[in-house]
């Protein structure tokens, strides 16, 4: 078994973390974004898909792109943000199974058109799970971010997706060191016994 992490640790990553509607004017790097990744990969996927795909907005240009692109005051947050990401998912994801998932030829399970609705349900249920390891990783590595939904997906795929049409987009998030300024109160989170049960 795995040593446990410390309080401070999961403070850090859970419950300590919020998502920030604003930014500090601490910069955000392509090596921090490599060190993002190079965490958040290894998360679990199913037969290790990785369906998701990430498009890291870093310049002022691809910020406005994508804030142009939201809604409310989502688009503002975005623009002042030190960076923002959109997580994308690949409905054809199965093709780099034989790199991914090597032992086996796992890429056979999903081939054919009636395999469609599965691939595309496969594809946003783990690339969803790779929005999570990123929240998890960034905060890990000291950043913060602002998950979202708030945007019109279409318009996103065509402006940042364009040239691979079997990707789409899932959800967006901004990232830098957050703004405690920028904070509402906690929303309530329940205890245990209001939203589980063991049977």
Known sequence: MAAKLSDEALD????SGRSYN????????EADLHAIWDLMKF???S???LPGRMVWCLSDASKEKLAALASGTNADKIRKAPAAVVIGMDAEWHEQLPTLFPHVDARAWFLGD?????????????SSLQGAYFIIAARALGFDTGPM????????????????PNVTSN??????VGDPATLHGRSPRPPFDTFNRIV
């Open 22 to 29: 604003g930014y500090t004017d601490t910069p955000v790097t």
């Open 149 to 164: 939904s708030g945007f019109d997906n279409a318009a996103v795929d065509k402006a940042f997706f364009a040239d691979t």
């Open 12 to 15: 850090t990553i859970f419950r």
């Open 171 to 176: 959800f967006i998030a901004t990232l830098g």
């Open 47 to 49: 037969v290790n898909s």
């Open 114 to 126: 009636d395999k469609a609705t599965a691939r595309r349900d496969a594809a946003l249920r783990n």
């Open 43 to 45: 998360g679990p996927t």
